[in-house]
Nanobody, 120 residues
Framework: QVQLVESGGGLVQAGGSLRLSCAAS?????RGWFLQAPGKEREFVAA????????YYADSVKGRFTISRDNAKNTVYMQMNSLKPDDTAVYYCAAGSSSFYYTSVDYDYWGQGTQVTVSS
């Protein structure tokens, strides 16, 4: 069993930046970030697979968000720049052993979520 603890959410103005962190109690092959806005389903944001050679982003965040991992600390980060009000959501980190990364079922473990609110 792997436990995930997220941090770094908060309130920021449009155009601002936030950095999310997700610390894991153990090492897993694939780490991802998802978001869930009110009344909507959870959706993929970014994933990093293995030691970091394979990285994927949702089209909506390409060029603005950067995912990275520190394998020594079992921690994944997501730097979020040029934030928009549409980015407002609860952000969840996820971890799994599969090389598949795009859907919720590809992951075995989930964090508790951290709120990101972007004001206009």
């Amino acid at each position: 069993q792997v436990q995930l603890v997220e941090s770094g959410g908060g309130l920021v103005q449009a155009g601002g930046s936030l950095r999310l962190s997700c610390a894991a109690s153990g090492r897993t092959f694939t780490r991802g970030w998802f978001l869930q806005a009110p009344g909507k389903e959870r959706e993929f944001v970014a994933a990093i697979i293995g030691s970091g050679g394979r990285i994927y982003y949702a089209d909506s965040v390409k060029g603005r968000f950067t995912i990275s991992r520190d394998n020594a600390k079992n921690t994944v980060y997501m730097q979020m720049n040029s934030l928009k009000p549409d980015d407002t959501a609860v952000y969840y980190c996820a971890a799994g052993s599969s090389s598949f990364y795009y859907t919720s079922v590809d992951y075995d473990y989930w964090g508790q979520g951290t709120q990101v609110t972007v004001s206009s």
